[in-house]
């Protein structure tokens, strides 16, 4: 995946992570930490899967920066 791709899923993922805290689903920052452990989880699965947890990482920690400056991270 190319560093384009890469932070065009990240910026669709925030808006997510908007979207399902204004329909009360869960805040944003729930939802970067949902993405965090799936690449933890991810990582552990084998070496196979190292490229792949560290997108997963990366996206997780947009959806976090977003989440800051949305607010919510220091909401909860």
């Known amino acids: 995946m190319d560093e384009d791709a890469l932070f065009a899923v990240g910026s669709i993922l925030a808006a997510l992570g908007g ?10 920052n729930e939802f970067a930490e949902t993405l965090g452990s799936v690449a ?4 552990e ?3 196979q899967y190292k490229n792949r947890a560290g997108y997963i990482g990366s996206w997780a920690q947009m959806v976090r920066a ?3 400056h949305s607010g919510s991270a220091r909401e909860h």
């Open 66 to 68: 977003a989440a800051e």
């Open 19 to 28: 979207v399902l805290e204004r329909k009360g689903v869960c805040t944003t």
């Open 40 to 43: 933890l989880m991810t990582a």
């Open 45 to 47: 699965s084998g070496d």
